[in-house]
T-cell receptor, first 115, second 114 residues
Framework: GAGVSQSPRYKVAKRGQDVALRCDPI?????LFWYQQALGQGPEFLTY????????KSGLPSDRFFAERPEGSVSTLKIQRTQQEDSAVYLC?????????????FGPGTRLTVT | QKEVEQNSGPLSVPEGAIASLNCTYS??????FFWYRQYSGKSPELIMS????GDKEDGRFTAQLNKASQYVSLLIRDSQPSDSATYLC??????????????FGRGTQLTVWP
């Protein structure tokens, strides 16, 4: 079946621009996670949705980062006034169930470069 | 101290050998453990999950968990050049309302040479 999809795959933004990154999870998956991966590092948690509810946004690095999942399916991560330190790969993952044992499946990621 | 530590690598093994990848974690309440494979320029791909002490085998892969030592490992038997990738250890540490949040190590880069 279809996996997690993300768009765009690549985004180049000038410093100060706003960007919006989209994630389409596996159909029926309740949980949706956003992670940020810097070069040579493991993914770092940003935020978590259970259906449409954003239950944890403790990993968002600043108030320039905002995420939503209004209908409990597609999610958008928005970054306002981008800075060079925002350059990274943004990964979306979804899982079927809620809980510690839920297996997360990642999308292909969006590589953001801020110039 | 980071929540998840992996041996830094890189690890280089000949084709057909056993590759051993190691990971330690800091929080004893950790409940579930995952290994992801990440090819260069690609996203992480789940290859193994393990939840209880002992070994779990899936094809050429064996995950080993020792909660007393806070240690999890991945063995790859009969290594192939196509196994060359970065292997990420991920640990679920239930905190607050996010039961499924994963903490990742930096990854170990594995090269299997023919």
């Amino acid at each position: 079946g279809a996996g997690v999809s993300q768009s765009p795959r690549y985004k180049v933004a000038k410093r100060g621009q706003d960007v919006a990154l989209r994630c389409d999870p596996i159909s029926g998956h309740v949980s949706l996670f956003w992670y940020q991966q810097a070069l040579g590092q493991g993914p770092e948690f940003l935020t978590y949705f259970q259906n449409e509810a954003q239950l944890d946004k403790s990993g968002l690095p600043s108030d320039r980062f905002f995420a939503e999942r209004p209908e409990g399916s597609v999610s958008t991560l928005k970054i306002q006034r981008t800075q060079q330190e925002d350059s990274a790969v943004y990964l979306c993952a979804s899982s079927l169930i809620v809980g510690a044992n839920s297996e997360q499946y990642f999308g292909p990621g969006t590589r953001l470069t801020v110039t | 101290q980071k929540e998840v530590e992996q041996n830094s690598g890189p690890l280089s093994v000949p084709e057909g050998a056993i590759a051993s990848l190691n990971c330690t974690y800091s929080d004893r309440v950790s409940q579930s453990f995952f290994w992801y494979r990440q090819y260069s320029g690609k996203s992480p791909e789940l290859i193994m999950s393990i939840y209880s002490n002992g070994d779990k085998e899936d094809g050429r892969f064996t995950a080993q968990l020792n909660k007393a030592s806070q240690y999890v490992s991945l063995l790859i038997r009969d290594s192939q050049p196509s196994d060359s990738a970065t292997y990420l250890c991920a640990v679920n540490i239930p905190r607050g309302s996010t039961l499924g949040r994963l903490y990742f190590g930096r990854g170990t880069q594995l090269t299997v040479w023919p």
